[in-house]
């Protein structure tokens, strides 16, 4: 066996195997009802399918364009515009990724450097922190108001530093399923004003957004866009968490840093897939109609647990909903999970594991991206408790 000289040291001490994978693996050896991680449990639509499959016969199987197939760009640009009456160039500012991870990644590393801080906003979704050590910054936590999760901007205001150089907001937000309003993103707007600060806007689920409201994209917002990575999901959008595609919207001055990381970090994206993905974004419905679709699936959800002891919070976007359980249980939310798991056959997310410092509010996270026979087996034991 080969030795190596001196001892390993890890750039990230703090960092194991992933909640998702482990409640998952967890979920599977107790064959458990997996409402943990954040994947539909539906197929996928037929006529999409049939798209990647034909263009892989056409031979589309070699390497696409660095920055994404030209017609896909197009599709998003032309979404975009309609969206968000915003406008950005296919050529030259917006780059399909290998999923959103990858693309949040990206922009973290072309922008932050050794000693660089981001402001985060906690409870964050767990690939944030990672990519900002690994490129030698540090995170500086600001914290949603729980129970709402909201944001205490005069909080954040005490936050900027000169040493700050990022700050990355979600909305619609995973863990919590909140939203960001207008006029949160107006005071973002104002706070980095005459700064240097480039925002980093996670907008994945920008098609989730439930009662009326209107995703409140940073794309809206010029004086907010002229400083931002803006990244979504296919992914999230179609149901193909599995095909890992995203992309990144962002000025041609950004995009340029953007790309001469991406060129390196993976090159290239899936080629059928876009060729598939670009083609089916003509049909508009299949995204517009996401926000009643999950809609239904969370006030069906909600329905089955009206009976039951948890407490649900209000969900305003995404495909989760948060369940506080201190009628059930004194237990932490990790030990919670676990025996959920192990004895009664539910596998969710605690939600202390989304904080740098565990946060116990006594609720964990159900993912209802799912055929309603598993929201109806779920809720049956759940209602038990």
């Known amino acids: 066996m080969m030795q190596y000289p001196g001892a390993l040291t890890t750039k990230l001490p703090t960092v194991g195997t992933t909640i998702f994978t482990t409640m998952s693996r967890m979920a599977a050896e107790h064959n458990a009802v997996n409402l943990s991680q954040g994947f539909p449990d539906f197929p996928v639509n037929p006529d999409l399918l049939n798209l990647v499959s034909n263009y892989m016969k056409q031979g589309f199987n070699q390497y696409a364009p660095m920055a994404g197939v030209m017609k896909l760009r197009e599709a998003i640009a032309e979404k975009t515009m309609n969206l968000y009456s915003a406008q950005y160039d296919a050529e030259h500012e917006i780059t399909v990724t290998a999923g959103a991870t990858q693309a949040i990644y990206t922009a973290i590393s072309a922008i932050v450097k050794e000693g660089d801080e981001v402001i985060i906003f906690e409870p964050a979704y767990d690939c944030y922190v990672p990519a900002i050590e690994l490129n030698g910054g540090k995170a500086i936590y600001a914290q949603l108001k729980f129970p709402d999760y909201s944001i205490n901007w005069e909080e954040v205001k005490k936050l900027i530093k000169q040493k700050t150089k990022m700050i990355i907001i979600n909305s619609p937000n995973n863990p919590t399923g909140s939203i960001l309003t207008a006029s949160d993103l107006m005071k973002l707007e104002k706070l980095t004003n005459n700064t240097d600060?480039?925002?980093?806007?996670?907008?994945?689920?920008?098609?989730?957004?439930?009662?009326?409201?209107?995703?409140?994209?940073?794309?809206?917002?010029?004086?907010?866009?002229?400083?931002?990575?803006?990244?979504?999901?296919?992914?999230?959008?179609?149901?193909?968490?599995?095909?890992?595609?995203?992309?990144c919207l962002a000025p041609k001055n950004?995009?340029?840093?953007?790309?001469?990381?991406?060129?390196?970090?993976?090159?290239?994206?899936?080629?059928?897939?876009?060729?598939?993905?670009?083609?089916?974004?003509?049909?508009?419905?299949?995204?517009?109609?996401?926000?009643?679709?999950?809609?239904?699936?969370?006030n069906?959800?909600?329905?089955l647990l009206k009976n039951s002891r948890f407490n649900l919070l209000d969900c305003n976007g995404t495909y989760?909903?948060?369940?506080?359980?201190?009628?059930?249980?004194?237990?932490?939310?990790?030990?919670?999970?676990?025996?959920?798991?192990?004895?009664?056959?539910?596998?969710?997310?605690?939600?202390?594991?989304?904080?740098?410092?565990?946060?116990?509010?006594?609720?964990?996270?159900?993912?209802?991206?799912?055929?309603?026979?598993?929201?109806?087996?779920?809720?049956?034991i759940l209602c038990k408790l």
């Open 197 to 247: 600060i480039v925002i980093l806007s996670d907008e994945v689920y920008e098609h989730i957004v439930f009662e009326n409201y209107e995703h409140q994209s940073v794309a809206r917002f010029p004086k907010l866009a002229e400083r931002s990575f803006i990244v979504s999901s296919f992914g999230k959008t179609y149901h193909t968490t599995g095909w890992k595609l995203g992309y």
């Open 320 to 380: 989760f909903q948060l369940l506080k359980y201190d009628a059930i249980s004194n237990e932490n939310d990790v030990k919670f999970a676990e025996r959920l798991t192990k004895q009664h056959g539910v596998a969710s997310i605690p939600v202390s594991v989304f904080y740098h410092k565990p946060q116990d509010n006594k609720v964990l996270r159900f993912c209802f991206a799912k055929e309603n026979s598993t929201l109806e087996k779920a809720a049956e």
């Open 254 to 298: 950004l995009m340029t840093e953007f790309r001469k990381v991406h060129q390196f970090l993976v090159f290239a994206a899936n080629h059928p897939v876009q060729l598939a993905y670009a083609d089916f974004m003509q049909r508009p419905e299949e995204y517009n109609h996401l926000n009643n679709f999950y809609a239904e699936k969370r």
């Open 300 to 303: 069906y959800f909600q329905s």
